[in-house]
């Protein structure tokens, strides 16, 4: 199983961000895919998840409802990770993140830095 993030960078409150995470070495369209963050000062914290198949469906925390949208690319193995409505307080490293056969599997992250 390999996880790789992208698209992490420094934008200013208000702005927008699409975090991507390209999957390999299983069967994509079977699995819940969750994006996690950690940011200053606190423990990995979950963030979204969608279930496999049409990933027509995702879940948030109430931290980032509203604001964030995941969604996944069943053809391309890619999920994804829209951010608008940017906070400082969103600042931090984001994980892709997949349980494959009860062992979890995580990218190395990619980081998101909302300052002015």
């Known amino acids: 199983v390999q996880l790789v993030e992208s698209g992490g960078g420094l934008v200013q409150p208000g702005g927008s961000l699409k975090l991507s995470c390209a999957a390999s070495?299983?069967?994509?369209?079977?699995?819940?895919m969750r994006w996690h963050r950690q940011t200053l000062g606190k423990e990995r914290e979950w963030v979204a998840s969608?279930?496999?198949?049409?990933?027509?469906?995702?879940t948030y925390d109430d931290s980032v409802k509203d604001r964030f949208t995941i969604s996944r690319d069943q053809r391309n193995n890619t999920v994804y990770l829209q951010m608008t409505s940017l906070k400082p307080e969103d600042s931090g490293v984001y994980y892709c993140?997949?349980?494959?056969?009860?062992?979890?599997?995580w990218g190395q992250g990619t980081r998101v830095t909302v300052s002015s």
């Open positions: 993140n997949v349980r494959v056969s009860g062992t979890d599997y």
């Open positions: 969608t279930v496999g198949r049409t990933g027509s469906i995702g």
């Open positions: 070495g299983f069967v994509f369209e079977n699995y819940v």
